[in-house]
């Protein structure tokens, strides 16, 4: 069955593309099928930070121009399926949202998992993204005004009958100067189900137009979304420490001679 999900914050620069692909990678590392679907129609960019701006048939011609939803699916670099939206100024116009429904539904039973990026704000665009989902991620940084948006987009789905099934916490720096997850779980009457730290290395997978699940696996923020895409499909997650310390020392610890 194919499960729908939608990441979502009123506050724009949260992390929310950042986690839709870096997720939906993981997920996809992890033997699952995954697509993500660029629902953020006004300022998309699912595909300027995979390297795939310029695709011929995206979700604007689906929508606009009677393309079918399997003609704007592109297979990314290892594995992750995208569908992206239209970059261009020329095709922002009304948004058909009950089309868009209809089209986005199109996709249930192609995969396990439909990941939906969605925009900031509250508006008609943010509401018909949370409308699609089986399952809302609220994405936040530790921080009180990114909180406190996180808490209308909340509401906002509370008001469509959609559970939120958890928090993402992003940029998170595990210092004094944050809100602890135990904080925003207090404040968000929500659990807190994945922490993604502050990594240096996010900028260079901007760069390198990938994933940076893919670029950098073992960066800070890689191992954060893995655990999270193991948390969510509910098996338990194990790093491969060895790579820390040299074979020999971990032998001799495993039989208890060190
Ligand atoms: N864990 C992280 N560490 C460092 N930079 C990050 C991290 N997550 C996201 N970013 C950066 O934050 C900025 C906003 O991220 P983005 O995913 O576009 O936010 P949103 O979709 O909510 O507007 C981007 O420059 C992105 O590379
Ligand atoms: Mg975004």
Avoid: W
Avoid at 1 to 23: P, R, Y
Avoid at 100 to 125: H, P
Avoid at 127 to 136: L, Q, R, S, V
Wanted: proline share 3%.
């Amino acid at each position: 069955m194919t499960k729908f999900i939608v990441v979502a914050s009123s506050k724009g620069g949260v992390g929310k593309t950042t986690t839709a692909i870096n997720l939906g990678t993981a997920l996809t590392i992890f033997g699952r099928d995954v697509i993500v679907v660029d629902c953020n129609l006004s300022t998309p960019n699912v595909s300027l930070y995979l390297g795939a701006a310029s695709v011929p048939i995206t979700l604007h011609d689906v929508l606009n121009r009677g393309k079918k939803i399997t003609d704007a699916l592109y297979m990314h670099s290892h594995g992750l399926k995208i569908i992206p939206a239209s970059t261009s100024m020329k095709d922002r116009r009304e948004i058909d949202y009950e089309k868009l429904q209809r089209v986005i539904k199109e996709l249930s039973g192609t995969c396990d998992f439909v990941i939906i990026d969605s925009s900031a704000g509250l508006n008609d665009e943010a509401i018909n993204a949370i409308k699609m989902g089986d399952e809302i991620l609220v994405v936040s940084t530790p921080e009180l005004p990114a909180i406190s948006d996180a808490l209308r987009t909340m509401k906002l789905a509370k008001d469509h009958n959609k559970k939120v099934s958890g928090v993402i916490l992003t940029r998170a720096y595990d210092d004094e100067l944050e809100l602890s997850k135990k904080d925003v779980e207090a404040i968000l009457e929500t659990k807190v189900i994945g922490i993604i730290p502050e990594d240096e290395t996010m900028r260079e997978a901007v760069k390198m137009k990938n994933p940076v699940t893919h670029t950098h696996p073992n960066a800070p923020s890689s191992l954060g979304y893995k655990k999270l895409a193991a948390e969510l499909i509910g098996e338990k997650y194990v790093e491969s420490k060895e790579k820390e310390e040299s074979t020999a020392d971990s032998f001799l610890k495993r039989l208890g001679l060190k």
